[in-house]
């Protein structure tokens, strides 16, 4: 039986947004607040887990042999990949295109044309 909220023949748009990109949340609670890095992307439910954003309560039993002490943490939860819109070189926020040169494909904003960079992880 076909799922109301996915597509019927089980194609998904193309996700343009990859791990260690700057991106700035577009909608929700922690909406306007400035780039924050992509720590991770989850294809398959189109979610990403960005740094510092969509923070929640979890509650951890202590375990003595993986050295877990136990309590409240706080840790990021995924959001929705229509929820955050990638930065470009200006800091704002833009939409993704494609532009080949020759063999390479690379990603271009939309807002000025620029090239993304491809980001390094800080450590």
Do not use: C
């Amino acid at each position: 039986m076909p799922s109301k909220f996915k597509p019927a023949n089980g194609s998904k748009s193309k996700i343009k947004i990859k791990r260690n990109d700057l991106v700035v949340v577009i909608a929700g609670k922690d909406k306007g607040k400035s780039a924050h890095r992509v720590l991770r992307v989850i294809a398959s439910k189109q979610r990403v887990l960005v740094e510092g954003v969509g923070m929640v309560k979890k509650h951890v039993k202590p375990n003595p042999q993986r050295n877990i002490a136990g309590g409240i943490l706080e840790q990021e939860a995924p959001i929705h990949i229509s929820n955050v819109m990638l930065v470009d070189s200006d800091g704002k926020g833009t939409r993704v295109g494609y532009q080949s040169d020759g063999d390479k494909k690379t990603r271009v904003a939309r807002t000025n044309g620029g090239q993304i960079a491809e980001q390094i992880p800080k450590k």
